[in-house]
């Protein structure tokens, strides 16, 4: 019987498997697919190399933001093998680390329980005292799409394997992953339609920057909010869409289909009603919030297998903690918690730190917003890339900052600066008496916080 059977090797799991090796030499890793991980493979990596392609396109395309004159031809036939290439070293690079391993640690199937201490894999039984399910996430479609459009219809994890980009892209979902791949095409050239259900871009809960961001990315990016295609079928020349708009019928031809709507769980492999005939629906398992146990079983879940926040540095530290609660049981803890954090790789870059607005005004806290637009800021109007607005949120009582919403060029910075201060419990006081240096986007973030601590009873 081993010490800890972990199911799954993406990043929860390989960061599991690394803090257990350094306890014990009695566990086994089990991964149904790649060696890898989502996020190298086909997720933050592929995207983030992607996205500074058509960042840079953009810029030599807008140079006369900063009193340039350019007319360059632009060539992008080999962006996509670029993409690829560089997504391998990553991958690359995990995989060297996971061929480490010794290969009794490691077994290459797909896991289903048969009780609380055995999985059956390949048609062989193996015990465990405890399990890490680190299974991971998969793109959600229509399955009647794709077998009417087959490869034309794509998701996140074959975009990256388009071997030359393609003239025209719709796509569907205006969320996070959907927002960056769309905006990051069109600056390639792509000629790409996004169609939305809602009017929401991105993950921002503030009204004020919600509506701000619809705008400001709206303006290079054909978005068709609160509409979706009415039926699809395929072309000569690709997929051919058809959809409502202003009460009239239409129709859009494009070279490929972009499927962003939201991932779901591998759970439902598992046969997880073997261990508790109450577990049928793997959305409602009675998974703790803190210590991420199932029940009172000796099984803990990690990374994005659960989660609606499937963030890679979260995803680790879960594992990472899954561990000690699997040594240690049945004394387990609760994890410790990070500072929220997530950030958005559009243009502006969109991030949230702390209690987002909506998070704050549903559980009644009494807050101030600091709010400072960027449109007039004077880092920004250097650099060309004046545009959105950072809120921050500011307890009234204890004068803590409690959170923080970004529009804006460098929030991936900004919010982890914010990131760090929350974490310390600092007070807007403590903050403001940190260095500011001039001429810095900081200091769009100082007047904002100034603006907060305007409200705020001396």
């Known amino acids: 019987m081993y010490d800890i059977i972990i199911i799954g090797a993406g990043t929860a799991g390989i960061s599991a498997y690394k803090e257990a090796i350094k306890h014990t030499q009695n566990i086994l890793i089990i991964n149904d697919g790649p060696w890898d991980t989502t996020c190298a493979r086909v997720g933050c990596m592929p995207s983030k190399i992607l996205i500074a392609a058509a960042n840079r ?16 031809e632009i ?6 093998q670029h993409v690829r290439i560089l997504r391998d070293h990553f991958t690359h690079a995990t995989l060297k680390d996971v061929n480490s391993w010794p290969t009794e ?32 996430s998969t793109p959600t479609f229509d399955a009647q799409w794709k077998k009417q459009l087959g490869n034309r219809l794509i ?7 388009l071997e030359k980009l393609p003239k025209s892209l719709a796509v569907i979902g205006s969320g996070v992953i959907a927002i960056e791949l769309a905006q990051a095409m069109q600056r390639l050239g792509v000629k790409t339609t996004v169609f939305a259900r809602s009017r929401k871009v991105g993950a921002l809960s503030s009204p004020t920057l919600q509506k701000l961001a619809q705008e400001e990315i709206s303006k290079n990016l054909n978005i068709k909010f609160e509409t979706l295609p009415t039926k699809v079928q395929l072309g000569t020349q690709g997929v051919m869409i058809h959809f409502q708009e202003n009460d009239q019928p239409q129709q859009l031809n494009a070279e490929y289909l972009l499927v962003a709507t939201g991932r779901k769980s591998y759970l439902d492999t598992l046969q997880l009603v073997n261990i508790d005939n109450t577990f049928t629906d793997h959305k409602k398992l009675p998974i703790d919030n803190q210590t991420k146990q199932v029940g009172n079983y000796p099984i803990f879940i990690a990374g994005d297998a659960y989660t609606n926040t499937p963030i890679q540095h979260e995803t680790a530290h879960e594992g990472r903690g899954a561990v000690h609660n699997c040594l240690n049981y049945p004394k387990i803890e609760n994890l410790k918690t990070l500072t929220p954090l997530s950030i958005v790789f559009s243009s502006p870059e969109m991030a949230t730190v702390g209690k987002n607005f909506k998070q704050l005004i549903d559980a009644k806290i009494d807050f101030v917003t600091g709010i400072v637009s960027y449109e007039k800021q004077g880092r920004a109007l250097i650099l060309g890339r004046n545009a959105g ?36 419990e600092l007070t807007i006081d403590d903050i403001l008496n940190k260095p500011f240096y001039h001429p810095t986007l900081e200091e769009g973030l100082r007047t904002a916080l100034k603006h907060a601590r305007r409200q705020l009873k001396n």
């Open 75 to 80: 060539d992008t036939s080999q962006v996509m």
């Open 105 to 136: 640690h490691k077994v290459l199937g797909q896991a289903q329980f048969i009780n609380s201490n055995t999985v059956a894999v390949n048609g062989k039984e193996y015990q465990a005292k405890s399990f890490i399910v680190a299974v991971g």
């Open 155 to 161: 998701t996140s994890d074959q975009i990256f394997e």
């Open 389 to 424: 607005a950072i809120e921050v949120y500011v307890d009234k009582t204890s004068r803590k900052l409690l959170g923080a919403e970004f529009l804006v060029e460098s929030a991936e910075h900004m919010a982890h600066l914010l990131a760090w201060m929350i974490s310390e």
């Open 57 to 72: 396109m953009h810029d030599i395309q807008t140079s006369d933001k900063v009193g340039l004159s350019v007319a360059p």
